[in-house]
């Protein structure tokens, strides 16, 4: 997908998510209400070195 922001475009791979399956939960104005139950996915965060005002620290991204 490829997005803008002030200009700058730039390119995102967006993650393809899987659905459990479809409930029921009621009924509203008449027609069925559903949601979708979603597996939680585990992500491991990298440490990136950055540096600030030439102090060099580690931060999750």
């Given at each position: 997908?490829?997005?803008?922001?002030r200009?700058?475009?730039y390119?995102?791979?967006?993650?393809?998510?899987?659905?459990?399956?479809?409930?029921t939960?009621?009924?509203?104005?008449?027609?069925?209400?559903?949601?979708?139950?979603?597996p939680?996915?585990?992500?491991?965060?990298?440490?990136?070195?950055?540096?600030?005002?030439?102090?060099?620290?580690?931060?999750?991204?």
């Amino acid at each position: 997908m490829k997005l803008a922001y002030r200009g700058a475009q730039y390119d995102v791979q967006m993650p393809q998510v899987q659905s459990d399956g479809l409930e029921t939960i009621g009924t509203y104005r008449g027609a069925p209400a559903t949601r979708r139950h979603f597996p939680r996915q585990r992500t491991r965060h990298q440490q990136v070195e950055m540096t600030y005002r030439g102090v060099k620290y580690t931060q999750s991204v």
